[in-house]
């Protein structure tokens, strides 16, 4: 076993232990806090890949974005509320409970689909992996469609959260 | 880390002095803070231990290690340790990053019998094509150390200088990240080394066809973004949490902010990482826009010649080891004088208030950001298209 592999075991273990802690653990402060070690564990993985842009990003957007989390955990979530509001009502219940199933499924399927997957590993392009240059030519001439459709939907993402923070919903207000 | 056993002991040695590089310097910038903050509100600070008071760093060492070890009755144990310790790790993950200076080129040579290299170390803890990436990545993870003390003091005072933190971080680092893409636009590299690189000799430039030489000013590239400059001197203040932007720790309202309930040689570490994002940000403003470790029409190879022509230093080795220490350097000159004007600002300019902090970052900062980063890539767009 070389260094790298044994690096990539310590990596993959922490980011495991950490996701499944985010969801165990009841305390949310705690749960946060694990989340935000899941993402630099991800963050670790893509160094060992030798992926040093989209490891770079992975630490800015999704590690920074947890400090997000945890500041709105701290200061709006009241757990025992949010439990209760969660389940009020048979029919907003069975509602919520199936939306979450759904939510489930799609994940499971996702993962089933990954593992029943075959690698194709000539067609992979490392040169759109490993060097910014190579990501920004495939993002910016062949996938512009796709990197837009998102952007614009992280736009809608953000206007519908001002939105809901800003009339009187759930807990949050 | 190295493919031989030499290669590999000299990395580890030149990764620990680089960390005690960037923790010998705390007690040195404490003594600065003190002793400038005296003369500029002409007072004598700190002067009767040692020379010019200089070993009073010494007796605060002493004093901080020997303090009791005290854990508020309200603390989550745990994370209350820990705090301190997440606030110093990404400071000095980031300074490992960062380009010091030439690098050295050891010749072949032999030893117990064997013969070594050539090998060519370089003077930064390790090597990373998209370093400036990791170094906002890594940058932006300190705020947890900050977030995780506040909570976990148990006290409302440390909570609320721990939220504010979060929010003053989160803000300007968006200010801060955009502040240098014009200079990467411009440049057209993440690495380090070539943004240093391509900021030798005189300042020209070519627009519209034509080339543009003016012989008496360097190449540096705040002569192309000031504004960027200015955006990123500001960001970097409110990232390091000093003054005018301190409101995490606001004594006049908070007590000490996040850090109320440490004492001892729990809040030094804080202070370290503190310092250490000081000189983080020191050292990447002197990267991006005064030249690095270059030294203004002074060629890395001219001064190589000087060493090798001297008798001392006349092996190629010892040239390049020389070299790269006169280097060094002229870095060290340049992020000395912007941690002096680190201090310097934090003794002249009074605490923003909190909601002008906010507006400050998001309706005057990011705006200019962006006004910064557009106008940029127009003036790039044009010279390619008539160049």
Known sequence: MSLIDITFYILALTTFFAGVAVIAIPNPVYSALCL???????????????????????????????????????????????????????????????????????????????ISAKPRLEEVNTDAIVAAKGLALQLFTKNVFAFEVIGILLLVVLVGAIALAKGKGGTHA | MGSDLVEVSINTIKMLAIFLMMIQAVPMLVWVERRGSAFIQRRFGPNRVGPLGLFQLLADAVKFIFKENFVPKNAVKFLYLAAPVLALIPAALTFTAIPLSTPVEVASFELFGQSWGPYVFQFRGFEMNIGIIYILGVGSLGVYGLLIAGWASGNKYSLLGAIRASAQMISYELALGLSIVGILMIYGTFDLVELIGSQTGHLQFSFSGKEYHVGFLPNWGIFFQPLGALLFLVSAFAESNRLPFDLPEAEAELVAGF????????????????????????????????????IPFVSVDSVKEFFLSTEMFGTSTLASLMTALVFHLSLLFKV???????????????????????????KTMLPWALVNTIVTALFIYYSKVSG
């Open chain 1, 36 to 114: 935000a070690i899941t993402m630099i564990g991800v963050a670790g993985l893509f160094f060992t890949l030798e992926a040093y842009f989209i490891a770079g990003v992975q630490l800015i957007v999704y590690a920074g974005a947890v400090v997000i989390m945890f500041v709105m955990v701290l200061m709006l979530f009241d757990l025992k509320h949010e439990k209760k509001a969660f389940s009020k009502g048979l029919f907003s219940m069975i509602l919520k409970i199936g939306s979450s199933a759904v939510v489930l499924a799609s994940i499971f399927s996702a993962i089933y689909l990954t």
């Open chain 2, 259 to 294: 850090h109320t309930e440490y004492g001892g040689f729990k809040m030094l570490v804080f202070f370290m990482g503190e310092y250490g994002h000081m000189m983080v940000a020191s050292a990447l403003f002197a990267i991006f826009y005064l030249g690095g470790y270059h």
């Open chain 2, 336 to 362: 000395i004088f912007l941690l002096w004007v680190f201090v310097w600002v934090r003794w002249t300019l009074p605490r923003f208030k909190y909601d002008r902090l906010m507006s400050l970052g998001w």
